[in-house]
C-alpha cells in the first residue's frame, strides 16, 4: 500500500538529513520511495525553502506538480483570508488519493513554522523497524516529531 508521511522536525536542519537517511533505506531495500520532499524554514526567514528530489525522471513531472501545488497551497499563499483556504482544500482534494484530509494539511501548515523542517515521503512495502534502526543508527539526532 503506497503511503504518504510527513515528519517535522524542531531544526530546520533536519529534514534534510532525515532524508538523505530515507534515501539510504530506499536502496538498502527496507522500503520502496517513490519520492520525497522537505521543506526548511529557517528562523527569520519570510517562508520556508521547499526542495524536491526526484526519484524516478520518468514520473518526476507528475511529483513536482504535486509538491509544487501541496507547497503552494501550505506555504506561498497569505495565511489569512479566503485564498488560503481555497487553495488548501484544492491541495487536500488533489491529496485524497493519499488518503490526506484537509484537516491534516491545515496542521502540517501550523506545524511547520520558523525554525522546522519537515520531511514528506511516498513510500510503500516498507519495514518500519527495520526503518526505524536506520534512523536510529543515523546521524540525524533524535526521532522526528509527532506530526
Given at each position: 500500500m503506497t503511503t504518504f508521511t510527513v515528519w517535522q522536525y524542531d531544526d530546520p536542519d533536519r529534514a534534510v538529513a532525515a532524508e538523505r537517511v530515507l534515501h539510504e533505506a530506499a536502496r538498502a531495500g527496507?522500503?520502496?520511495?517513490?519520492?520525497?520532499?522537505?521543506?526548511?524554514?529557517?528562523?527569520?526567514?519570510?517562508r520556508p525553502t521547499t526542495r524536491h528530489r526526484r526519484r524516478d525522471p520518468a514520473h518526476g513531472a507528475g511529483w513536482g506538480t504535486l509538491w509544487g501545488l501541496l507547497f503552494g497551497a501550505l506555504f506561498a499563499l497569505p495565511v489569512l483570508g479566503a485564498a488560503t483556504g481555497a487553495a488548501v482544500?484544492?491541495?487536500?482534494?488533489?491529496?485524497?488519493?493519499?488518503?490526506?484530509r484537509r484537516d491534516e494539511l491545515e496542521r502540517i501548515r501550523e506545524s511547520v513554522t520558523q525554525?522546522?523542517?519537515?520531511?514528506?515521503a511516498v513510500t510503500e512495502e516498507g519495514d518500519l523497524d527495520e526503518l526505524g534502526d536506520a534512523f536510529l543508527s543515523s546521524p540525524v539526532p533524535g526521532p522526528p516529531a509527532a506530526g
Open positions: 527496507r522500503l520502496t520511495l517513490h519520492d520525497s520532499a522537505t521543506v526548511s524554514w529557517p528562523t527569520g526567514e519570510d482544500g484544492a491541495a487536500s482534494r488533489a491529496m485524497s488519493g493519499f488518503g490526506i525554525g522546522t523542517s519537515a520531511l514528506f
